[in-house]
DNA sequence: TCAATCCGTATC
DNA sequence: ATACGGATTGAC
């Protein structure tokens, strides 16, 4: 009976990325079910695999090998998983096997046969009910059962431990006390799924849209939309009741956040929202009996609503009704191992695939975003003017021209007196936030008079100094201009846009004698809360602590570093930062005031100061059509050694609309930059495949990194 | 004439 | 990758 196994083999190489078959011996017949682990000879050599699926008879020529074994009859690799997988690395020019190890966690077999037993027969240790660590359990919770379970659906990895880049680390303790980010041991939710009553629309009626598209999620249908959430600490609870809304319809929900600390808020809100026991987290830096644990509990369908952060992006929902993408412009969002999968990206092919709804947003708004609204794939979920106005704390911009450069002392320590005034009368009510950049920024180029940014007269790309005195050159094409001449005022000189970082908060410190100083980030341990009385806690981008009631004030001092940073996407993130820090600042009704020390005149600026990140998105998105950036095009990064670039471009048939751009020297040797129109991105990344496959089988030296519309283009 | 080695190709 | 086969080279 169908006695042919089709094994995708976990090998790295290209030219391999295609189904094997195998015959399944009569002993393994019952355990060799789709989905399921296996060992199998492949080149003489034994590998690990995943059964797709069985079948009658096969197309290969020549003899069959045996299954050498089943590792686990545990189907791990459902079809829509590996539907998904294979989706994804056709759209990264990557490989399935890749992909695979970013959505199933490695096996714990000790986990695999506690939980196997269908009863509680609890086994002892790491993953029952753990009684030694009672109403520690923000995670996951113990479940009651009745009702029917739903399929599994797709995968999942709580993948890449600790922080990567931006944000902070993970935390597991508490400073302030509020909330773990790291969910301890939690009970075994093991019988099948309970109803879920279907919440209150709560502040969602606040949104213009927002009662019918909780309706039109209720009723089963797919809304998709780009939300534009409001200023406050209410996100987590919309999230939690729209996730509650699918799961009460009898359907699934996903929910991706950047980091822990948003996990752990997102936690407490759904845990607040719809009761204990209806969600499970998966986070980075659970430890793989945990991870593997929790990723089987999603896999059997017996919780509905799954939150977690970027791993958690092909986690095997059942029944996927809904998935939600917080704060979308994060960083961390992007995948940084092979194939470098956008959480967008794959969440919103999930949505696509499994005709779920979709909930991607934040405070912010991104191009790609926008893109999805402009393309008529999501809508806009926002309030109206006047919600917004009421909610958002009174923002004013401290300009370099006017104050800044008056006193040279407060440009020093970075704060025209605006700001000290603000901190001063914020400080009688409550705590101040001070956001300060963090180091390392590179230094962009801009132009002395202006400020304008330079950008290279044959690409667009920024310019940047290889050194002091050098001319400078293109981050992207390498071309090189020493005639440069700005292009809005005709001046000729360039200027480093970014001033140093230094520590602020000594500076502060001496500023405001007597007041506490909390500071998270950067070489402090990320603070998740602090209470509501006055302090002034500096904080870097993305691990501002909440405040009880909300800060009184917030100083965003981060203005120069930000916008100067020779990336695509500077301005958007410098927006996109500033607006996370002002959400926390109590409404302008409440006394909430924000400074942010940059000129008045800049778009990003006048974006914070109105609070209206979608009018600046959709100007940021018109931009890049017109100089034919992401996402309006698509673009191809390929790095390694030059050589090696090369033969990879020697092999690759191009669309013949593909623009190159490069070769430019990279840490890794040489980059090239590809460019099509977006209509011509399935065939670039399969022609990239392609050439991968094709030098995979010469056996080609020298690895090359492909990445399909790469997060920071320089 | 045989064996050690190189290259190319397939891997169920 | 790794393993195999067929061609190639070098020494008896």
Same mark, same amino acid.
Do not use: I, K
């Given at each position: 009976m169908l006695p042919v196994a089709r094994v995708a083999v976990d090998i790295p190489l290209a030219h391999l990325d295609r189904p094997f078959d195998y015959l399944v011996p009569e002993r393994l017949a019952d355990q060799a079910v789709p989905g399921c682990r296996v060992r199998v000879r492949f080149a003489g050599q034994l590998t690990d695999g995943y059964l797709l699926e069985r079948a009658a008879a096969s197309q290969h020529p020549g003899q069959l090998a045996r299954l050498e074994r089943v590792v686990s009859p545990?189907?791990?690799? @459902?079809?829509?998983? $590996?539907?998904?997988?294979?989706?994804?690395?056709?759209?990264?020019?990557?490989?399935?096997?890749?992909?695979?190890?970013?959505?199933i966690p490695p096996r714990h077999a000790r986990t695999e046969s506690a939980l196997a037993s269908p009863e509680p027969g609890l086994a002892p240790g790491e993953s029952g009910l753990d009684p030694g660590q009672p109403g520690l359990d923000p995670g996951e919770s113990a479940l009651p059962p009745p009702g029917p379970a739903p399929d599994p659906a797709a995968g999942g990895d709580p993948g890449a431990p600790g922080g990567v880049g931006a944000a902070g680390p993970c935390v597991t303790a508490t400073h302030t006390g509020v909330h773990a980010a790291i969910p301890a041991a939690p009970a075994v939710p093991t019988g099948p799924v309970h109803p879920v009553p279907r919440p209150e629309p709560g502040s969602w009626s606040q949104y213009r849209a927002g009662p019918a598209f909780l309706d039109a999620l209720a009723s089963g249908r797919a809304p998709r939309a780009v939300w534009s959430a409001l200023p406050g600490p209410h996100w987590p609870d919309e999230i939690a009741r729209a996730a509650g809304t699918a799961a009460a319809a009898g359907r699934g929900a996903l929910i991706v956040v950047p980091d822990?600390?948003?996990?752990?808020?997102?936690?407490?809100?759904?845990?607040?929202?719809?009761?204990p026991g209806q969600h499970i987290t998966l986070a980075a830096g659970l430890g793989p009996a945990e991870r593997y644990r929790r990723w089987l509990v999603v896999r059997r369908g017996t919780v509905r609503i799954v939150a977690g952060t970027r791993a958690a992006m092909f986690a095997p929902v059942a029944d996927l009704g809904l998935v939600?993408? /917080?704060?979308?412009?994060?960083?961390?969002h992007a995948e940084p191992r092979a194939p470098y999968p956008h959480a967008r990206d794959v969440l919103a092919l999930r949505a696509h695939r499994a005709g779920a709804a979709a909930l991607i947003g934040g405070f912010a708004r991104t191009a790609e975003a926008t893109s999805l609204v402009a393309s008529g794939w999501a809508r806009p979920l926002s309030a109206d003017r006047a919600v917004v106005r009421d909610r958002i704390p009174q923002i004013q911009a401290a300009g370099a021209d006017s104050e800044l450069a008056r006193d040279a002392a407060a440009q020093t320590a970075r704060l025209p007196s605006l700001a000290l005034r603000t901190a001063r009368a914020g400080l009688a009510s409550g705590p101040v936030l001070v956001q300060v950049p963090r180091r390392g920024? %590179?230094?962009?180029?801009? =132009?002395?008079?202006?400020? $304008?940014?330079?950008?290279?007269?044959?690409?667009?790309?920024?310019? @940047?100094?290889?050194?002091?005195?050098?001319?400078?050159?293109? =981050? /992207?094409?390498?071309?090189?201009?020493? +005639? /440069?001449?700005?292009?809005?005022?005709?001046?000729?000189?360039?200027?480093?846009?970014?001033?140093? $970082?230094?520590?602020?908060?000594?500076?502060l410190g001496h500023a405001f004698p007597g007041t506490p100083l909390i500071a998270s980030g950067g070489a402090e341990e990320p603070v998740p809360a602090v209470p509501g009385s006055p302090a002034l806690v500096i904080a870097t981008p993305g691990a501002e602590p909440r405040a009880a009631g909300g800060y009184a004030a917030a100083l965003l001092l981060d203005g120069w570093a930000l916008l100067g940073r020779p990336s695509l996407r500077a301005a958007e993130e410098a927006l996109r930062r500033w607006l996370n820090a002002a959400a926390l600042v109590r409404g302008a009704a409440a006394g909430g005031r924000v400074v942010v020390v940059a000129d008045a005149g800049i778009p990003a600026v006048q974006a914070l100061i109105r609070w209206d990140p979608a009018t600046h998105a959709e100007r940021e998105l018109a931009e890049r059509v017109q100089l034919r950036f992401p996402p309006a095009v698509r673009m191809a990064s390929l790095t390694g050694p030059p050589d090696a670039v090369d033969s990879l471009l020697a092999a690759a048939q191009l669309p013949d609309t593909a623009e190159l751009l490069g070769p430019v020297e990279a840490p890794e040797g040489a980059r090239m930059l590809l460019r099509v129109p977006r209509s011509a991105g399935q065939a670039l990344a399969a022609a990239l495949r392609d050439a991968q496959a094709v030098r995979s089988a010469r056996k080609d030296p020298g690895p090359v990194r492909? +990445? %399909?519309?790469?997060a920071e283009l320089s």
């Open positions: 545990e189907p791990v690799l @459902s079809p829509e998983l $590996a539907a998904l997988a294979r989706e994804v690395a056709d759209r990264y020019a990557g490989t399935m096997a890749d992909v695979l190890r970013l959505a822990a600390r948003d996990l752990s808020l997102l936690d407490a809100g759904l845990t607040r929202v719809l009761g939600v993408l /917080w704060d979308d412009g994060d960083d961390l920024y %590179l230094a962009a180029l801009g =132009c002395a008079r202006c400020r $304008a940014r330079a950008r290279c007269a044959t690409c667009g790309g920024p310019l @940047s100094l290889a050194h002091a005195g050098a001319v400078p050159g293109c =981050c /992207w094409c390498g071309a090189h201009d020493p +005639q /440069w001449r700005c292009p809005r005022c005709a001046h000729g000189g360039l200027r480093a846009m970014v001033t140093g $970082a230094g520590r602020t908060a000594e500076e492909v +990445q %399909l519309d790469p």
